[in-house]
C-alpha cells in the first residue's frame, strides 16, 4: 500500500510541470508570447514617450484613477500613465525608456526561439545599467525629477551619506570601467595590443595556422587551468610549426586560442568570432610618393633654361610653286601623243605640281598593259626630251599611271617651311625628322626611331650632305640636349665641323679624345665598338629594369621606378651619323662592318641609330648585311641604273634630277621627295644659337674601348683546345693557309669543329681574322716558330 501512495503522490505533480513544460515549450505558445510581449514593449515604450511630454498633467489625475470623469492626455490611457509614472517617476527616471527595449528583445528572442541564456543575460545586464544610470543621472541633476527617478534619488543620497559626493562619483565611475571590462573582456594587453594600429599582418590564413598550433600546445597548460574556465593562451611563446603548404612567412601571431571544456548547456556555448583585422596595403609605393614629391624626373633640368633655335635662324625662300598652264599643256600633248604614237590610248589624264617635278597621272584605255608602257619609258622620255622622267606602272594603291616630268623653274623647299610645318611641329614621333617635300607638297616627316636606322646614297655633288644637314637641323629644332646625342663621323673632314660648336650640347665622344668628331678611321673603329660596348649596357639595363625598349625604360626611369643607384640612368638616343662610308670600307674594312652590322642589327631597341651616307653605293660598299639591316633608305641622283639597284632595289635614282631631288624607301613604297635646303650659314646659325647657351661640362661620353681588343676578341682557354690543335696548326703553317674547308679536308673534319679549331687558331694569333670569302691571313711563317709560340704558351700558362 505504502508502494501505491508514494506512486500515487508523486504522478499528479509530475505530468503537470511537465504540461506546464510543454505547453511553454510549444512553438505556438511561444510564439504567441513573443508577440504578446514584443507588442506590449511598444505599448510600455509609447506610454513612457507620451508620459515625458504629460507627466505633469497625468499625474494629479491618477489620484483618481478609478473616477471615469477624471481623463488623462497619455497616449495609453490611465493604465499607459499609471505603469509610466510607475516606471519612471517612481523608479528610475527617464532611463526606464530602456526597459521597453529589453521587453522587446525578449519578446523577439521568444519569438524567434532564441536562447535563453541571451535573454538572462540582457536582463542582467540590462537592470544593473538602469540602475547605473539612474543613480548617475540623480548625482549629476538631482533636481531634476524625471531624469533619475525616486529610486535613483533616493539611493543617490542614501550612497552619499556613505560614501561621500567624490566617493559616490568614483564608485560609479568604478562600476562604469568594471562594465566594460567585463562585457568586452579587455585587458590593458588587449588595449596595447589594438591601440597602435601599425603594419600588423595579420595571416590571412589563421584558421590553418590555429590548428596547426593548437595541435602543438602543450596539452598540461589546458589540463591544469580550472574547469569550465576559457584559456587563453599567448601564442608568442609556443613555436609555430609551419607546414610547408602554408603561406606563413608574413604572420604576426596575434590570435588566440580559446579552449572551452565540459561545456553543460549547449544553448550557453556561445561562439565568438574573431575578427581578422584587414592587412594593410601599401596604396602608394615609393615610386609613387617621390613623384608626387618631386614630380616625374625631368632629364632636361640640368639645363633648364636651355631655349631650342628659333625659326628665324632659317632663312626665307620664294617657295611659292608657280603653275606654268603652258608648260602643263605642252607636256600633256606630247605625252599623248607619245603613247598614241605606241598606240596606248588615254581615258583620263591629270597633273599634280610638285617643288621639283609634276606628276601627270594617267588611266590609259581598258585593255592596256602596263608592262607596255614600263617598258616604253626610254621613248617616252626621249620624245618629251626631258631629263628626269621616272614612270611609275602603276601608282601603288591606285590603278593609275604615274609619269614624273621635271619643271622648268624648280622651286626651292626651304628647312624653314618644313620645319615650321604643323606635321612636324606637332609631330609626337620620338625623332621626328622632316625630310623634305612629297610632290603633292606635303611636308614628309618620318620617325628616325621607327626606320630605325638610314642608308643615303647619291653620287657627289648631288645633296647627300644637305640632306644630312637637314636630319640633324630637325633633331636639334625638336629634342633637347639631354635626349638625344650625335656621333659624327666625317672622313671628309669638312662637312660637318660645324656641329663642333655644340659639342658639350648633343655630341658624343670616346673618353680621352680631343676633338667629338671623328675624322680618323682607327677612331671610328674604337667608337664603333665603343657603341656596341654602349648597346650591351643599355641591353643590361633593359633586362633588369624589365622592359623592351628605350622608351619603355625611359618612361619608367621618369616616373621615378627605377633607382639610380642601381645604376639607372635616363639613356638619351644616340644617333651615329657617317658621312663617307665607302671611305671607311675602303680603309678598314671588316673592322668597321663588323660592328656596324652588329650595332644595325640590335641597336633599334637601345636607342642607337644609325645614318650611314655613301657617294659610291657600289655591292663592295653597301653590302649584303649593311643592306639587310637598313630597310629605310634615301637615294639622291646617282650615275647608273646599277647603283640604284644597289641602294633601292630598283631603278629609279638614276632619273632624278640632283639638288635634293630624291627618292625615300621605307620598305615597302618608293616616294619621291625634294629634300629640305638648310646651308652652310643657316646651321652655322643655328649651332652657334645652341652653342652660345649653357652646357655640360663635356661632350658625353661613350664607354672607354681600348683597340688592342681589335680582331681578339676571342679568348678561348688553351687547357679548353681541340686535340687536334697542334696538328691543325702545323697544316695551316705548311699551307699558308687559314682555310676551315682544308682543315675538312685533310683532318676529315665536320664543318663545326674545324671552324672552331680556326677560331682557336685566330685566339692563339696563328691566323688572322675573318676577311670574308678570302682564306685568312697566317700569321706564322714556319713550323720553327709556331712551335717557338706554342711553348713560349705554355710556359707563361704553367
Ligand atoms: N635640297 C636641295 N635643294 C636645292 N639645292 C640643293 C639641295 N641639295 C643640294 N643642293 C645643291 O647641290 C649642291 C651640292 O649639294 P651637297 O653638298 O649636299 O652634295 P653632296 O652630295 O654632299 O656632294 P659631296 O658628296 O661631294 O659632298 C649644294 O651646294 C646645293 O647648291
Known amino acids: 500500500m505504502a508502494k501505491k501512495k508514494k506512486t500515487t503522490t508523486k504522478t499528479p505533480k509530475a505530468p503537470r510541470f511537465q504540461k506546464i513544460k510543454a505547453f511553454f515549450g510549444n512553438r505556438q505558445t511561444q510564439t504567441i508570447l513573443g508577440l504578446f510581449i514584443m507588442l506590449f514593449a511598444i505599448f510600455l515604450l509609447v506610454s513612457f514617450i507620451s508620459y515625458l511630454f504629460n507627466w505633469q498633467d497625468d499625474q494629479s489625475q491618477l489620484e483618481d484613477f478609478s473616477n471615469k470623469k477624471v481623463g488623462v492626455k497619455n497616449l495609453l490611457g490611465k493604465i499607459g500613465a499609471s505603469i509610466s509614472h510607475f516606471f519612471i517617476y517612481d523608479g528610475f527616471g527617464f532611463i526606464s525608456l530602456y526597459i521597453p527595449v529589453l521587453v522587446f528583445f525578449s519578446g523577439l ?10 535573454i538572462r543575460n540582457s536582463w542582467g545586464w540590462g537592470i544593473l545599467g538602469v540602475l547605473w544610470f539612474s543613480i548617475a543621472f540623480g548625482f549629476l541633476a538631482h533636481k531634476n525629477a524625471l531624469l533619475a527617478g525616486v529610486v535613483g534619488f533616493e539611493l543617490n543620497s542614501y550612497l552619499q551619506q556613505f560614501l ?23 585587458t590593458p594587453e588587449k588595449i596595447k595590443e589594438n591601440l597602435p594600429k601599425k603594419e600588423k599582418l595579420v595571416a590571412t590564413e589563421s584558421s590553418d595556422i590555429t590548428a596547426n598550433l593548437t595541435s602543438e600546445i602543450n596539452e ?18 609556443v613555436e609555430p610549426i609551419i607546414e610547408e603548404n602554408t603561406i606563413t612567412e608574413t604572420l604576426v601571431v596575434e590570435n588566440t586560442v580559446k579552449t572551452t571544456q565540459n561545456e553543460k548547456d549547449n544553448e550557453d556555448v556561445s561562439i565568438e568570432v574573431e575578427q581578422s583585422v584587414e592587412e594593410k596595403h601599401v596604396v602608394e609605393n615609393l615610386s609613387d610618393k617621390l613623384v608626387k614629391d618631386f614630380g616625374e624626373f625631368d632629364p632636361t633640368l640640368e639645363l633648364g633654361n636651355y631655349k631650342f633655335p628659333t625659326l628665324n635662324l632659317l632663312k626665307d625662300y620664294n617657295e611659292t610653286i608657280s603653275v606654268d598652264q603652258e608648260e602643263l599643256e605642252a607636256n600633256k600633248n606630247r605625252i599623248v601623243e607619245t603613247l598614241n604614237n605606241y598606240k596606248i590610248g588615254i581615258a583620263k589624264i591629270k597633273a599634280t605640281v610638285g617643288p621639283t617635278v609634276t606628276l601627270y597621272e594617267i588611266v590609259p584605255d581598258a585593255g592596256i598593259r602596263i608592262s607596255k608602257i614600263k617598258n616604253l619609258e626610254d621613248d617616252i622620255a626621249l620624245s618629251l626630251s626631258a631629263l628626269g622622267i621616272r614612270i611609275i606602272a602603276p601608282i601603288p594603291g591606285k590603278g593609275t599611271i604615274g609619269i614624273e616630268v621635271p619643271n622648268k623653274k624648280p622651286t626651292m623647299v626651304s628647312m624653314k617651311s618644313v620645319i615650321s610645318s604643323t606635321k612636324f611641329q606637332n609631330s609626337e614621333m620620338e625623332l621626328p625628322i622632316a625630310l623634305g ?25 648631288q645633296g647627300k650632305s644637305v640632306g644630312l644637314n637637314a636630319v640633324l637641323t630637325s633633331l636639334l629644332y625638336k629634342k633637347h640636349p639631354a635626349e638625344v646625342k650625335f656621333v659624327l663621323v666625317d672622313p671628309k673632314k669638312v662637312e660637318l665641323t660645324l656641329f663642333n660648336h655644340i659639342e658639350r650640347h648633343y655630341l658624343a665622344k670616346l673618353p680621352d679624345t680631343e676633338d ?3 675624322t680618323d678611321t682607327t677612331k671610328v673603329i674604337n667608337t664603333l665598338n665603343s657603341m656596341c660596348i654602349e648597346m650591351d649596357a643599355r641591353y643590361d639595363l633593359l633586362k633588369i629594369a624589365m622592359v623592351r625598349n628605350i622608351k619603355e625604360y625611359n618612361a619608367k626611369f621618369k616616373a621615378r621606378k627605377l633607382n639610380p643607384n642601381d645604376g639607372h640612368k635616363f639613356l638619351p638616343y644616340i644617333v651615329l651619323v657617317i658621312d663617307e662610308f665607302a671611305d671607311l670600307i675602303m680603309t678598314a674594312g671588316k673592322e668597321v662592318e663588323t660592328p656596324i652590322a652588329r650595332l644595325a642589327q640590335l641597336a633599334r631597341a637601345i636607342g642607337i641609330h644609325l645614318i650611314v651616307a655613301t657617294q659610291r653605293p657600289s655591292v663592295n660598299v653597301i653590302t649584303g648585311i649593311i643592306k639587310a639591316n637598313f630597310p629605310a633608305r634615301a637615294a639622291f641622283r646617282v650615275t647608273s641604273k646599277i647603283d640604284s639597284r644597289t641602294i633601292l632595289d630598283s631603278s629609279g635614282a638614276d632619273q632624278l634630277i640632283g639638288k635634293g631631288d630624291m627618292l625615300f624607301t621605307n620598305g615597302n613604297d618608293v616616294v619621291r621627295l625634294q629634300c629640305a635646303f638648310v646651308d652652310t650659314p643657316e646651321v652655322e646659325k643655328i649651332t652657334d644659337f645652341i652653342g652660345s647657351q649653357r652646357a655640360y661640362p663635356e661632350a658625353h661620353l661613350l664607354p672607354e674601348y681600348s683597340g688592342e681588343e681589335v680582331g681578339t676578341s676571342l679568348d678561348i682557354d688553351i687547357s679548353e683546345r681541340d686535340a687536334l690543335f697542334r696538328d691543325a696548326a702545323l697544316l695551316i703553317v705548311h699551307a699558308q693557309q687559314g682555310s676551315a674547308s682544308l682543315l675538312q679536308r685533310k683532318l676529315k673534319l665536320g664543318y663545326n669543329r674545324a671552324g672552331r679549331l680556326i677560331d682557336q687558331l685566330e685566339a692563339a694569333g696563328i691566323v688572322g681574322p675573318f676577311e670574308g670569302s678570302k682564306a685568312r691571313q697566317v700569321l706564322v711563317p714556319d713550323e720553327l716558330s709556331l712551335n717557338l709560340l706554342l711553348d713560349g704558351e705554355k710556359n707563361t700558362d704553367s
Open 220 to 237: 598540461k597548460q589546458v589540463l591544469d587551468t580550472e574547469e569550465n574556465s576559457i584559456v587563453e593562451l599567448s601564442l608568442d611563446k
Open 516 to 518: 667629338a668628331i671623328i
Open 164 to 186: 561621500g559626493k567624490t566617493g559616490l562619483f568614483l564608485a560609479l565611475l568604478f562600476l562604469f570601467i568594471s562594465y566594460f571590462i567585463i562585457r568586452f573582456k579587455l
Open 109 to 118: 528572442l521568444i519569438f524567434m526561439k532564441g536562447s535563453l541564456t541571451k
Open 437 to 461: 617635300k612629297t610632290i603633292s607638297n606635303e611636308t614628309f616627316v618620318v620617325d628616325l626611331a621607327k626606320m630605325p636606322h638610314l642608308l643615303m646614297a647619291g653620287a657627289t655633288g
